[in-house]
């Protein structure tokens, strides 16, 4: 099944996240959604990759949220055989003295276009395995430090051994952050000299020609946030798979950093937005960082009315979306009117969920990611007497979502907090949490609300894509200038900045918040459609047309993968 795309060489990306369908719940944010949303792309333009990530059977979680606003997480098993075909090949990676098999699901993307892409989930639970072993790649994210190198173990090393045992030709590498980055000591082994020829004190391996082999996307401007093993651990597990002096040459002298690892066997880096590559580039002196603005899949993150309304008046918007910059030729009526449809429908799954009684003519400010302390959720609530005094004047309702890693205990108390303000609000503004936040209640979410906010500390929103994909629908952003939005941001015209270019306090940027929404943002919602509309148009035309996975595939396979 597999002659069709083993018969020409391919590049395999590799991620620990990956969001296929909503139904595989192998994601739990902005990285695996960003993983989809490139083979998605490559699919459409025909481009030859494998995606290459774990199977992840217990997936991340489904979110609960109990009355008190606790985060209540529940393993989501399910099952590959429903999805997937099991591969023939099995290959074996020794963990810590014992084998361990693996085996690949091959699930394949289908683009609506044509195109077809394969992606091989790795799944070490096997009869042949240890119960423990077994586990390894049950929960994305999961577990301490050793299972953790272990899952990496399984994804980098166990991920080259199986593409080579399926009769893969693997022309590039390219490692989606750095968990997969061990890839490159398989790949350091398969391309040792003969020990013979080895000087004293020269290295065993052809460390140029696996650097040609590999490109590296950093996605965190956190140098604490990058996975770090301690080298006992890892010769523990991996015994003297790559000799332990030109591992610490590679990794780090006194832990084994997989940043760095990625960062010295790679030929091609980037970071994921103009300012996160300047960024990266300072963290990282002496590697040139180059950027690749993220983008979104088109047709997975449009809604049908607006997929409708280009098909109309921009044919072939799906495929070129760099068409949708004519976004000026859409009539306002039926911008319009996508728009309400959508609202609509948003409304109508949320009442139904939460037994919120949401108005259709109010505007809703939408907020929904990974609840953790740096995107600060919070900020809109800083100041509970302010916020009550524009909705008095100018009402507005809030929609919020968002999933904390089971281990930051920081995001979940975020979500409590939400919570508590919510309680304070009632009666003042309409606010709904929407529990275990997914692919599905993302595309009703974007779509449907009236303004998308994102408030991150600067810099630390590497890029963010979410309102990139509200965008697409209509929905203009008002946000934090950081990540994409400082090259998307346009004032009045694709949205507004929170605050400007120059740093900002944490009060500041509540502050600037509030005088946005008073001031710009709700008086024209009320008082101005056609300028409401032109601004839908402008996130339309001058985001929309170039925040795509198109582009960025299209720049991977131009600047990365032919050099
Ligand atoms: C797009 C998306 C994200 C990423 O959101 P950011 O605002 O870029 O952090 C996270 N989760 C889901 C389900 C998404 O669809």
Same mark, same amino acid.
């Not at 979410?445 to 906010?453: E, I, K, Q, S, T």
């Given at each position: 099944?597999?002659? +069709?795309?083993?018969?020409?060489?391919?590049?395999?990306?590799?991620?620990?996240?990956?969001?296929?369908?909503?139904?595989?719940?192998?994601?739990?944010?902005?990285?695996?959604?960003?993983?989809?949303?490139?083979?998605?792309?490559?699919?459409?333009?025909?481009?030859?990759?494998?995606?290459?990530?774990?199977?992840?059977?217990?997936?991340?979680?489904?979110?609960?949220?109990?009355?008190?606003?606790?985060?209540?997480?529940?393993?989501?098993?399910?099952?590959?055989?429903?999805?997937?075909?099991?591969?023939?090949?099995?290959?074996?990676?020794?963990?810590?003295?014992?084998?361990?098999?693996?085996?690949?699901?091959?699930?394949?993307?289908?683009?609506?276009?044509?195109?077809? +892409?394969?992606?091989?989930?790795?799944?070490?639970?096997?009869?042949?395995?240890?119960?423990?072993?077994?586990?390894?790649?049950?929960?994305?994210?999961?577990?301490? +430090?050793?299972?953790?190198?272990?899952?990496?173990?399984?994804?980098?090393?166990?991920?080259?051994?199986?593409?080579?045992?399926?009769?893969?030709?693997?022309?590039?590498?390219?490692?989606?952050?750095?968990?997969?980055?061990?890839?490159?000591?398989?790949?350091?082994?398969?391309?040792?000299?003969?020990?013979?020829?080895?000087?004293?004190?020269?290295?065993?391996?052809?460390?140029?020609?696996?650097?040609?082999?590999?490109?590296?996307?950093?996605?965190?401007?956190?140098?604490?946030?990058?996975?770090?093993?301690?080298?006992?651990?890892?010769?523990?597990?991996?015994?003297?798979?790559?000799?332990?002096?030109?591992?610490?040459?590679?990794?780090?002298?006194?832990?084994?950093?997989?940043?760095?690892?990625?960062?010295?066997?790679?030929?091609?880096?980037?970071?994921?937005?103009?300012?996160?590559?300047?960024?990266?580039?300072?963290?990282?002196?002496?590697?040139?960082?180059?950027?690749?603005?993220?983008?979104?899949?088109?047709?997975?993150?449009?809604?049908?009315?607006?997929?409708?309304?280009?098909?109309?008046?921009?044919?072939?918007?799906?495929?070129?979306?760099?068409?949708?910059?004519?976004?000026?030729?859409?009539?306002?009526?039926?911008?319009?009117?996508?728009?309400?449809?959508?609202?609509?429908?948003?409304?109508?799954?949320?009442?139904?969920?939460?037994?919120?009684?949401?108005?259709?003519?109010?505007?809703?400010?939408?907020?929904?990611?990974?609840?953790?302390?740096?995107?600060?959720?919070?900020?809109?609530?800083?100041?509970?007497?302010?916020?009550?005094?524009?909705?008095?004047?100018?009402?507005?309702?809030?929609?919020?979502?968002?999933?904390?890693?089971?281990?930051?205990?920081?995001?979940?108390?975020?979500?409590?907090?939400?919570?508590?303000?919510?309680?304070?609000?009632?009666?003042?503004?309409?606010?709904?949490?929407?529990?275990?936040?997914?692919?599905?209640?993302?595309?009703?979410?974007?779509?449907?609300?009236?303004?998308?906010?994102?408030?991150?500390?600067?810099?630390?929103?590497?890029?963010?894509?979410?309102?990139?994909?509200?965008?697409?629908?209509?929905?203009?952003?008002?946000?934090?200038?950081?990540?994409?939005?400082?090259?998307?941001?346009?004032?009045?015209?694709?949205?507004?900045?929170?605050?400007?270019?120059?740093?900002?306090?944490?009060?500041?940027?509540?502050?600037?918040?509030?005088?946005?929404?008073?001031?710009?943002?709700?008086?024209?919602?009320?008082?101005?459609?056609?300028?409401?509309?032109?601004?839908?148009?402008?996130?339309?035309?001058?985001?929309?047309?170039?925040?795509?996975?198109?582009?960025?595939?299209?720049?991977?396979?131009?600047?990365?993968?032919?050099?």
């Amino acid at each position: 099944m597999l002659d +069709e795309f083993t018969s020409e060489p391919r590049i395999a990306y590799f991620t620990m996240e990956i969001a296929l369908r909503n139904e595989i719940p192998t994601y739990s944010g902005g990285l695996g959604i960003l993983a989809g949303d490139t083979l998605r792309s490559s699919a459409d333009l025909e481009l030859p990759l494998i995606g290459v990530s774990l199977v992840s059977r217990a997936g991340y979680f489904r979110q609960e949220i109990a009355p008190d606003g606790s985060q209540i997480e529940h393993p989501i098993f399910w099952e590959p055989r429903d999805w997937c075909a099991p591969s023939e090949a099995k290959i074996a990676v020794e963990i810590d003295g014992n084998e361990v098999w693996v085996r690949g699901w091959i699930y394949i993307l289908q683009s609506q276009a044509g195109g077809r +892409e394969p992606v091989l989930l790795l799944d070490t639970d096997l009869n042949e395995n240890r119960p423990e072993d077994r586990e390894i790649t049950h929960y994305l994210y999961g577990g301490d +430090e050793a299972y953790r190198l272990k899952q990496e173990i399984i994804l980098g090393i166990g991920g080259v051994r199986l593409l080579y045992a399926l009769g893969f030709h693997i022309r590039q590498f390219h490692m989606n952050e750095g968990h997969s980055a061990l890839l490159a000591l398989e790949l350091l082994r398969r391309n040792a000299y003969p020990v013979l020829g080895v000087r004293p004190g020269e290295s065993p391996y052809d460390i140029p020609q696996v650097r040609e082999l590999c490109n590296f996307t950093t996605h965190t401007p956190v140098e604490a946030a990058s996975d770090r093993f301690s080298y006992d651990l890892v010769r523990k597990f991996l015994g003297d798979f790559v000799e332990l002096r030109i591992l610490k040459s590679l990794a780090g002298e006194s832990n084994l950093n997989m940043t760095q690892l990625a960062l010295n066997l790679s030929e091609y880096v980037n970071g994921v937005a103009r300012s996160h590559a300047e960024v990266a580039g300072k963290m990282y002196p002496g590697y040139h960082v180059h950027a690749v603005t993220n983008g979104i899949h088109p047709f997975t993150w449009v809604c049908p009315n607006f997929s409708v309304l280009y098909d109309t008046h921009l044919p072939g918007w799906a495929h070129e979306p760099d068409y949708l910059v004519r976004a000026d030729r859409l009539p306002d009526d039926s911008v319009w009117e996508a728009h309400t449809h959508a609202k609509r429908v948003l409304l109508d799954r949320v009442n139904a969920l939460c037994g919120a009684n949401l108005d259709p003519d109010k505007p809703i400010l939408g907020f929904a990611r990974r609840m953790t302390a740096y995107k600060r959720p919070d900020l809109l609530f800083s100041d509970l007497e302010r916020l009550k005094a524009i909705a008095s004047r100018h009402p507005f309702q809030i929609m919020l979502a968002g999933k904390a890693h089971p281990r930051d205990n920081g995001g979940k108390e975020l979500i409590k907090l939400l919570h508590r303000h919510m309680a304070e609000l009632a009666g003042a503004i309409p606010i709904v949490f929407l529990p275990n936040y997914d692919m599905e209640i993302a595309q009703y979410l974007v779509a449907g609300v009236d303004v998308w906010l994102n408030t991150p500390l600067r810099p630390l929103e590497a890029s963010g894509t979410s309102g990139m994909k509200a965008a697409l629908n209509g929905v203009p952003n008002l946000s934090v200038l950081d990540g994409w939005w400082i090259e998307g941001w346009i004032e009045d015209v694709t949205g507004w900045a929170v605050c400007g270019t120059s740093d900002c306090s944490e009060n500041g940027d509540a502050q600037s918040l509030y005088d946005k929404l008073e001031n710009k943002v709700l008086p024209l919602y009320y008082d101005n459609r056609p300028g409401w509309i032109a601004v839908m148009k402008g996130a339309i035309g001058k985001n929309a047309s170039y925040f795509n996975s198109h582009r960025m595939m299209r720049r991977y396979a131009t600047e990365a993968y032919i050099r």
